[in-house]
């Protein structure tokens, strides 16, 4: 693997990978774009298979935050990090695992805050917050970003559907929910609190039982979501999960989720799905909730005014919309181009500042 050629491919800054292995902790932060402003991007802790798969994450991950931020019009670039290792780690190694990644992320020196993310929790970040003040998401302040983020994902949902229905009422529409985690959960409630009709799955059969229970939902093998007859296919799980395999499969008008990295592979994916006649809401756009409520945090923001915040998001998806559709490209591309115009009037002010 070519290193900083798959950095430059994507235009990252830089990459830190920082092991203390008396604690166990591996972990890699990455810096895509601080143009708007110091990286924030979130935690996770996963087992990888490999070191490049969790390298490639951190990258990807990266990368999406920048263009969150961007496309959203909050003033921070994109970071992320990973740490390869048991999610399920308790105790006092879990402590001393979280607090060298705040002695890594304190490196940095402020070019980039964490929160929590996959696999972490506000627990963990009080760990970090030992080591470095550039963390987020601490218990007593922002608090649980999933509501936020789910909130977010249900605005979204409401706005592909208005520009593929011409009405953004959900009552009696069908949709497929993969992943049933803390935003999957949140986003399940609102859409029932509309009248929407759920299928959903779950690698974890106990949350699937919750939902079902809850919100009258109709459960699903997680092997055959991609098949179900639906209005929606909301993927609130894992990335990657739209790729060569799994559009063909699809019998839905919209593809509208939570998840990171949703696209196996941003330029053939995307314009797949067009090419389906599906409409897809890009990722970092319509999940960019949780980032949100983070910020808001570091602007003193109440909850209601994140919930306020994210609750825009409708808007900026519609406009991604009509952007794809005057210039012909998909979603995605537009969304990317929207997001690399403000970074772009940033560096430009940048450098006229500096001359």
Known sequence: MELFELMAGKQHEQLVLWTEPRFGYKGIISLHDTSLGPGLGGTR????????????????????????????????????????????????????????????????????????DVGTSPADMAHIALETEHVV?????SGDPSPVTAYGVYRGIKAAAMARYGDDSLDGLHV??????????????????????LSVTDID?????????????EAVVPEDIFDVDADIFAPCALGAVLNDDTIPRLKVDIVAGAANNQLASTTKHGPALQEAGILYAPDYVINAGGLINVYGELQGWTREQSLQKAGEIYDTLLQVFQLAENERVSPEEAAARAAEERIQRARHLQRTYLT
């Open 176 to 197: 497929a929910v993969q992943g049933l985690g803390q935003v999957g959960y949140h986003l399940c409630e609102n859409l029932r609190g509309e009248g929407a009709r």
């Open 45 to 116: 802790l996963w087992n990888y298979a490999t070191e490049e798969e969790a390298l490639v994450d951190a990258l990807r991950l990266a990368r999406g935050m920048t263009y969150k931020a961007a496309v959203t019009g909050l003033t921070l670039g994109g970071g992320k990090s990973v740490i390869w290792g048991d999610p399920k780690i308790r105790g006092v190694d879990r402590e001393m695992l979280f607090r060298a990644h705040g002695r890594a992320v304190e490196s940095l020196g402020g070019r980039y805050i964490t929160a929590e």
């Open 137 to 141: 998401g601490l218990e007593g302040t």
């Open 205 to 217: 059969s106990g949350r699937i039982e919750r939902v079902v229970d809850e919100f009258d939902a």
